[in-house]
């Protein structure tokens, strides 16, 4: 059974940071690409951060270049989102998505929210 369970969420001040994680189960992790996805109260579902299979390929979102970092730990089977300097255009539910590295297929998690308020 394919599982995609994130974690990390939460309500954070201004300027604070949050690390999301995603733990993935049923399928061969090391086999796809991994993004991270958020989607806003009244907004369409919008591209974060994505990371190749192998971990050596990332890119970002122009709204989180140089304040998100996306990872992940294939021997874990979980990938990660560290933001930093968070602003509360951040605020939304965030999802983690997976597609093989072929293109074929795609699991989505349940989310996260994350608000960013003072």
């Known amino acids: 059974q394919v599982q995609l369970v994130e974690s990390g969420g939460g309500l954070v001040q201004p300027g604070g940071s949050l690390r999301l994680s995603c733990a993935a189960s049923?399928?061969?992790?090391?086999?796809?690409?991994m993004s991270w996805y958020r989607q806003a109260p009244g907004k369409e579902r919008e591209l974060v951060a994505f990371?190749?299979?192998?971990?050596?390929?990332?890119n970002y979102a122009d709204s989180v270049r140089g304040r998100f970092t996306i990872s992940r730990d294939n021997a874990k089977k979980t990938v990660y989102l560290q933001m930093n300097s968070l602003k509360p255009e951040d605020t939304a539910v965030y999802f983690c998505?997976?597609?093989?590295?072929?293109?074929?297929?795609?699991?989505w998690g349940q989310g996260t929210q994350v608000t960013v308020s003072s």
């Open positions: 990371i190749s299979s192998t971990g050596d390929g990332t």
């Open positions: 049923g399928f061969m992790f090391s086999n796809y690409v």
């Open positions: 998505k997976a597609v093989r590295y072929d293109g074929i297929g795609g699991y």
